[in-house]
């Protein structure tokens, strides 16, 4: 699980995310506003209409298995070279089976990332 921090307005309830870019933004009323990065974060306004709010975000990778080994699929620069491994490439979004010459034997393998 990932946690995810948000500034809420109390007055407005609106919530805005700690990583504006380097922008300045209000919420609707303009009570509060918030300009950060990854790294840190600066909060202007009253703070007494402020909220910080912690949510916990499942974060999941995909995997594509090969049914009859129970091994993962590694693919090369080339697409017609791949090999099995125990771990196989991780990938963010739902891979596609098009590079794998019998996709009948192949499942695409989802589960929960492990964020530390």
Aim: hydrophobic content about 35%.
């Amino acid at each position: 699980m990932s946690e995810v921090l948000y500034y809420k307005c109390k007055k407005c309830g609106d919530s805005i995310a700690p990583n504006t870019g380097k922008k300045l933004i209000f919420c609707k009323c303009g009570k509060i506003g918030v300009d950060g990065t990854l790294v840190n974060s600066r909060i202007i306004g009253d703070k007494k209409f402020l909220i910080i709010e912690k949510e916990e975000k499942l974060v999941y990778s995909y995997r594509i298995k090969h049914v009859p080994t129970g091994l993962f699929f590694k693919p090369y620069s080339y697409p017609s070279h791949a090999t099995f491994t125990k771990v196989g490439k991780i990938y963010s979004k739902k891979p596609s089976l098009s590079w794998v010459d019998s996709p009948e034997e192949c499942v695409i393998e989802k589960y929960l990332m492990t964020v530390l």
